[in-house]
T-cell receptor
Framework: GAVVSQHPSRVICKSGTSVKIECRSL??????MFWYRQFPKQSLMLMAT?????????EQGVEKDKFLINHASLTLSTLTVTSAHPEDSSFYIC???????????FGSGTRLTVV | KNQVEQSPQSLIILEGKNCTLQ??????????LRWYKQDTGRGPVSLTI?????NTKSNGRYTATLDADTKQSSLHITASQLSDSASYIC?????????????FGRGTQLTVWP
């Protein structure tokens, strides 16, 4: 079955530093990848949609200069949280799909803690 | 407004018992409905996916139903196990674009006690 690998699973960083999260589709080529943010006991909130080779489409209210998304290949997308602050602490999840019939596969998530 | 509502918000059952989780949606136009299981601190894992023409889908001890007329779905878990303790999320996709947009419910937190 489709597998999406997300790294790191946990990261603690100091306020003001940047953190990069990787999302890889291991056994399929993902034309589209999605990045979500999830607060405790809340549903996943879509942050942005990225297509390979083009700029990401950000949801309303998501700062594209703060959350940099790169989808350089059909198997890799990265989310960089720039100048992180404690309010950026959250659970970040990626998902990838080849097409709607193929379904959406989620990564295992990254717990970001900014101190 | 496209929304997905799940009930109950949380549920506690004893090991071996059955339970049913509910999902109501207002997403239109409808493409498909998925149930996911999300363990604490992990990403969601797909359980079932149903399109408009399907009204039931099973995956082991999990059985999902869909009534596209009333826009309701349920997830039935039989003979629950401790490992079933997790959040169960209902996700509905629309047909507004080629890829479809996903609408997430807030999940039902299921706890199975020994």
């Amino acid at each position: 079955g489709a597998v999406v690998s997300q790294h790191p699973s946990r990261v603690i960083c100091k306020s003001g530093t940047s953190v990069k999260i990787e999302c890889r589709s291991l056994d399929f080529q993902a034309t589209t990848m999605f990045w979500y943010r999830q607060f405790p006991k809340q549903s996943l909130m879509l942050m942005a949609t990225s297509n390979e080779g083009s700029k990401a489409t950000y949801e309303q209210g998501v700062e594209k200069d703060k959350f940099l998304i790169n989808h350089a290949s059909l198997t890799l997308s990265t989310l960089t949280v720039t100048s992180a602050h404690p309010e950026d602490s959250s659970f970040y999840i990626c998902s990838a799909t080849r097409d709607t019939n193929y379904g959406y596969t989620f990564g295992s998530g990254t717990r970001l803690t900014v101190v | 407004k496209n929304q997905v509502e799940q009930s109950p918000q949380s549920l506690i059952i004893l090991e071996g018992k059955n339970c049913t989780l509910q999902c109501n949606y207002t997403v239109s136009p409808f493409s498909n409905l998925r149930w996911y299981k999300q363990d604490t601190g992990r990403g969601p894992v797909s359980l079932t996916i149903m399109t408009f023409s399907e009204n039931t889908k099973s995956n082991g001890r999990y059985t999902a139903t869909l009534d596209a007329d009333t826009k309701q779905s349920s997830l039935h878990i039989t003979a629950s196990q401790l490992s079933d303790s997790a959040s169960y999320i209902c996700v509905v996709s629309d047909r507004g674009s080629t890829l479809g947009r996903l609408y997430f419910g807030r999940g039902t937190q299921l706890t199975v006690w020994p």
